[in-house]
């Protein structure tokens, strides 16, 4: 297979936190504290690693795999390993463009709400009912979400722009050490808090009499998409992996990353909660209506509430950096457009629909699509059908389709690494990973 001259990452930890990078963002810190207090604290937890594992992990390896045996984008990988599979890599590219256009504005709400810390403006409240209008105003605003979109689109392209190496792997080296700092101070405080070990017990102390199937399949859909799994990421990045990277090691140390950061964010916002008396299970509000209720009763509350707004901004310029490559890589490469072109066109295109996405929540609210306004039909069509899709062609393809040779070569690095786990390995992708992503789709769809 020939290979063209590209863009390689600096070493081993440069591959892992660029990775991680991908796979940590507003899913971990947001979604999963709200999704476990919705499904019984502990015992989710345990669930949800359990499912990191035996789904996530040999998934991540499958896309390294293909990515650095390419050494192409996510489109040009398939094609080059399989021509017939090439739709697998149109399916990522168009999951990670349509997932920007909501998480962009996602993103945005971040950091006005980091500018409200820093100012004081949440303080100004004190009960869910006020949080909630001063949220639904925000939102519904028709200028100041897209000017937050924008600002964030803007860093984001900024980062694409500078290349592989100074623009994506210096922000990784900056960001995830960042991200972790804060997440770390964050989780102190709260468990230094009045009442917070009882928040820890929640969190931490499994109680299995609350699991049913709807929780597994909630951990299992929760696992696959918090480590970014079947919209070309993972593909796109081992392109420019090292020969020599261990692709077992980098993936294993990305979901220990990964799953890390979604405990720090349990450990830092459970013990608040409880410490307040509010509870656990407060759904998607708990990020922008609930939390910034706790951080008013805090001693020095605008630092705290700016800390934690800040870690939301940081998580979502990681996987904005991460969905933009993919889209760029792609037009770079299959298109021909220089890379600036290739980062302009992206962004350009994703500007539009980011602003559209925003604008549905207010003015175009009523302009709808099977019901639902452009921001909500983004959501679920990435979330419930192009995801679950892509993981379970993924499978099937480097399970079954892929030549045997070409996989072992990159899981052993051409014979110097050891595959004692080979059966298993095929296993998993082959029948257990494709039934689990089958039914999390047939749940998505409400089959069950």
């Given at each position: 297979?020939k290979h ?8 081993k930890?440069?591959a ?5 990078g991908?796979?940590?963002g507003l899913g971990?810190?947001?979604r ?6 919705d499904?019984g604290?502990g015992a989710?937890?345990a669930i ?5 594992l ?7 390896i499958a ?14 990988a398939?094609?080059?390993?399989d021509?017939k599979?090439?739709f ?9 463009f ?8 996602v ?5 006005e ?11 100004r409240?004190?009960t869910a009912?006020e949080?909630t209008?001063?949220f639904e ?5 028709p200028?100041?979400p897209?000017?937050y979109?924008?600002l964030?689109?803007?860093a984001t392209?900024?980062v694409?722009?500078?290349?592989v190496?100074?623009?994506i ?11 972790f700092i804060?997440?770390i101070?964050?989780?102190?405080h ?7 070990s ?5 969190f931490?102390?499994?109680?299995f ?8 399949l909630t ?7 918090s480590l ?5 990421t993972m593909v796109t990045?081992?392109?420019?992996f090292k020969?020599e990277t261990n692709?077992r090691?980098?993936a294993l140390?990305?979901t220990?990353?990964?799953t890390?950061?979604a405990?720090?964010?349990g450990i830092?916002?459970f ?6 008396g509010?509870q656990?299970?407060?759904g998607?509000s ?6 910034p209720?706790?951080?008013?009763g805090?001693p020095w509350?605008m630092?705290?509430?700016s800390v ?6 940081v ?6 950096i991460s969905?933009?490559e ?6 770079h ?8 072109s290739?980062?302009w ?5 994703t500007l539009v629909?980011?602003?559209?996405a925003?604008l549905?929540?207010?003015v175009l609210?009523?302009?709808?699509i099977?019901g639902l306004?452009?921001f909500?039909a ?6 419930n059908?192009?995801?679950p899709?892509?993981g ?5 393809f480097?399970?079954w389709?892929?030549d045997r040779?070409i996989l072992?070569m990159?899981?052993?690095?051409d014979g ?9 390995f095929l296993f998993?992708l ?8 089958l039914?999390v789709f047939l749940d ?5």
């Open positions: 297979m063209t001259q590209r863009a390689t990452l600096g070493g930890l440069s892992v936190l660029v990775a991680a991908s796979s940590v971990n810190i947001w999963f504290p709200y999704v476990a207090g499904n604290g989710f937890l949800y690693i359990l499912c990191v035996i789904l996530g992990l040999p998934l991540m896309e390294f795999s293909v990515g650095r045996a390419s050494r192409k984008n996510a489109v040009g398939y094609r080059a390993l021509r599979w090439s697998l890599g149109y399916n990522g590219v168009l999951a990670a349509l997932i920007l256009g909501f998480y962009f504005v993103a945005g709400w971040t950091a709400y980091m500018v409200h810390s820093v100012t004081g403006e949440l303080a409240y004190s009912e949080y209008a001063m105003r925000f939102i519904q605003n200028w100041r897209l000017l979109t924008l964030f689109i803007t392209h900024f694409i722009a500078l290349g190496q100074k623009g792997e210096r922000s990784a080296k900056v960001l995830m050490p960042l991200l804060i997440l101070a964050l989780a102190v709260s468990l230094l808090m009045p009442g917070g009882e928040g820890l017990r929640f931490l102390k499994p109680d009499s609350k699991i049913t199937a709807a929780t597994v951990a299992l859909g929760q696992a696959f998409f970014s799994i079947g919209i070309g990045y081992a392109s420019y020969p692709l090691h980098t140390n990305v220990i990353l990964d890390l950061v405990l720090l964010a830092a916002i013990p608040a909660v409880f410490s307040v509010i656990p299970s407060s998607p708990l990020v922008f209506i609930t939390l209720g706790i951080f008013n805090m509350s630092v705290w509430s934690f707004f800040l870690l939301l901004v998580a979502a310029l990681t996987s904005t969905l933009h993919v889209i760029t890589a792609y037009m490469e299959e298109w021909h457009l220089s890379r600036k290739a980062a066109a992206t962004t350009g295109a629909l980011a602003a559209l925003s549905s929540l207010g609210n009523g302009w709808r099977c306004n452009l909500d983004l959501d679920y069509l990435t979330a059908i192009l995801l899709v892509g379970f062609f993924t499978c099937i480097v399970g389709r892929l040779k072992q990159q899981v052993t690095n110097q690494l050891p595959f004692r786990i080979r059966t298993l998993l082959r029948y257990l990973c494709p039934a689990i992503l039914l998505n769809l409400g089959a069950f």
